[in-house]
């Protein structure tokens, strides 16, 4: 067979393209290219696994999960602690979790799950050797939405009214204020969302949320005008467990008229822990957790933190409860410092008008009109002094009660728990 030049020429036209593309691209003066794989980084498994902590926190909706993503994103360094935030179902059943689940170190309650459960025995009558809490966080404040043709909490008696999921911190709060209250109501148990049209159709007559204020949930009534917060009453059988404060219509424009104030009730939140015994693996893990977020709570009341973290105080104690060993340990070597850091005293205006409140709480209190100015003024210096230990508890302007003689928990210690942990 006999080729042509023209074939030659083809022939000869393709194998020199086929040498030019196997010439590597350095021979060819072209630069290499960038490598699409991804960059494997390779991580100490033992180590990661070693230094993590799971906290269980609340609801998407919730400042309790806001909080601990918080956490997550100021302390989370990598492989000396990593934090792990878990959606939770509530108060009560973050407690059950912290004392029970697997890989949950931690989680945020509220300051009256153990009382309650100390009272009932639903989870062992060792509860308050078993569960110990590492910081008071933010108090949350106790909403009760109805229409507003009810004109005072008392109307909701033999009422339905949503109490929230089973489990949750609201459930138990709406159940253990009405009883203390003396108001018997039909509880009914449903998400929040759902509850709030229930209000509108007249299946249900008021809902009951705690959450910090002002709760996202409440844009709704940016869109309903026919509903109202109910003011809650600071009786007496609320004292021990709650603190007074108040909405006002910057917190909810649409439920507050302006320049009035819808006075409520708040429940500190606490970041709860099983009391681990001291030189064991998860004693060690919290210790790490609490050693980190003291020395950098500074970060937490920075832009963009929830808001909420300027309540909180690291020294506050919670009345019932007893510190974890290490977080007390901790603040004793580092007062001096905790006490330049605590918040600043109130501003003169907030003063005055405390002074108002409290002036008026007072003359509401059997003999409290009676008492003589010197007994006024210590009272009201123990009120001040007894809002700046809770953190900014209740809200500037709002009344108060000053803290009770032996109200106090005993301090911290590393008693072992006799109860036993699965994990």
Request: charged residues 20%; glycine residues 8%.
């Amino acid at each position: 067979m006999v080729l042509r030049a023209s074939s030659w020429g083809g022939l000869l036209v393709l194998l020199l393209g086929l040498a030019i593309l196997e010439t590597p691209a350095s021979a060819q003066g072209a630069q290499p290219r960038a490598s699409t794989r991804p960059t494997v980084v390779q991580v100490d498994k033992v180590r990661l696994n070693s230094n993590t902590v799971g906290i269980m926190s609340g609801k998407s909706d919730s400042a309790h999960l806001a909080a601990v993503e918080d956490m997550a994103s100021v302390l989370d360094s990598g492989t000396d602690l990593r934090i792990i935030a878990m959606i939770g179902r509530g108060a009560l059943q973050n407690v059950q979790d912290v004392l029970s689940l697997q890989n949950t170190d931690m989680g945020v309650t509220h300051a009256n799950v153990l009382s309650y459960l100390q009272k009932t025995n639903l989870l062992g009558p060792d509860i308050r050797d078993r569960l110990r809490f590492v910081t008071k966080l933010f108090n949350e404040e106790v909403h009760i939405v109805a229409k507003s043709n009810v004109a005072d909490l008392r109307d909701l008696k033999g009422q339905r009214v949503n109490t929230g999921e089973p489990g949750s911190g609201t459930a138990l709060t709406a159940q253990l204020i009405f009883e203390a209250l003396g108001i018997n109501i039909v509880p009914v148990g449903m998400v929040q969302s759902d509850a709030l049209v229930a209000i509108q159709s007249g299946e249900i007559a008021a809902t009951v949320l705690v959450a910090g204020k002002p709760s996202p949930l409440f844009d709704i009534f940016r869109l309903k005008g026919d509903l109202k917060l109910l003011p809650i009453p600071y009786e007496e059988a609320l004292e021990a467990e709650y603190l007074p404060t108040q909405f006002t219509h910057d917190d909810y424009p649409t439920l507050v008229p302006e320049g009035e104030t819808i006075e409520t009730v708040a429940v500190p939140a606490v970041l709860a822990v099983f009391n681990w015994r001291k030189g064991t693996d998860r004693y060690r893990r919290v210790a790490t957790f609490t050693e980190a977020f003291f020395s950098k709570f500074d970060e937490f009341r920075k832009p963009p933190r929830h808001p909420k973290w300027r309540e909180v105080t690291l020294n506050a104690d919670v009345p019932g409860w007893t510190r974890f060993a290490a977080a007390q340990e901790w603040l004793d070597r580092n007062a001096a410092q905790i006490g330049k850091a605590a918040p600043a005293a109130p501003a003169a205006a907030n003063v005055d008008a405390q002074r108002r409140s409290f002036t008026e709480f007072l003359s509401a209190q059997p003999g409290g009109a009676n008492a003589n100015n010197a007994d006024k003024e210590a009272l009201f210096r123990q009120f001040l002094d007894f809002m700046q230990r809770q953190g900014g508890g209740a809200a500037a302007g709002a009344a108060a009660t000053p803290a009770k003689p032996g109200a106090a928990p005993a301090a911290g210690g590393a008693a072992p728990a006799p109860g036993q942990r699965l994990w």
